[in-house]
């Protein structure tokens, strides 16, 4: 009797189980549908010059709205802008950096200034030690009472890639 019990019992749960996981093989599946979603979901491949143009338009935007001429670092969280995904840091310099790529964007921009040649905002890639890229630096230079201050703003590649889609 005690095996009836348990034979009973272990049906009731094995049927119970499969009930209560649904018997969903009656919807049928909208094929074209479902590769339409597939494709638009689909890995895209963005070229570097497409991702930079993108990152040079975001920093001009950003450069526009942020310019502070008080030299160092700027704290991205009290930024009153609305694109703070696309920021890593910012920062002004108000003399040489030490820093490789913000040092050479510094020296062109100060040899532009000593030359009395046009100063124009600048976009760098910022690459690893596998020489991929991490990140983009814009700069932006202003002459402030005859003195050279150049706002740089390290854009997030990712983000910046993601703003593609």
């Known amino acids: 009797m005690h095996r009836i019990t348990l034979k009973i019992l272990s049906t009731f749960v094995l049927f119970f189980s499969i ?3 649904g018997f969903k093989t009656s919807d049928k599946i909208n094929a074209p549908e479902v590769n339409k979603q597939i494709k638009e979901r689909k890995i895209k491949r963005f ?9 040079f338009r975001i920093g001009s935007q950003l450069s526009d709205s942020i310019f502070s001429i008080n030299c ?6 009290l930024l009153k802008i609305d694109q703070k995904e696309f920021i890593n840091k910012v920062w002004v310099d108000c003399s040489t950096p030490k820093e490789d790529i913000p040092k050479q964007v510094w020296e062109a921009y100060a040899y532009s200034k000593n030359q009395k040649l046009e100063l124009k905002d600048n976009i760098q890639r910022i690459k690893d030690d596998n020489e991929r890229v ?3 630096l814009f700069s932006s230079p202003k002459i402030v009472n005859d003195s050279l201050k ?16």
Do not use: F, M, R
């Open 19 to 21: 009930t209560a996981c």
């Open 47 to 55: 070229k570097e010059n497409e991702i930079a143009d993108q990152a």
């Open 72 to 77: 160092g670092t700027l704290p991205v969280e």
């Open 134 to 136: 991490t990140a983009y």
């Open 150 to 165: 150049v706002l740089q703003i390290e854009l997030n590649h990712k983000a910046l890639v993601l703003s593609l889609y």
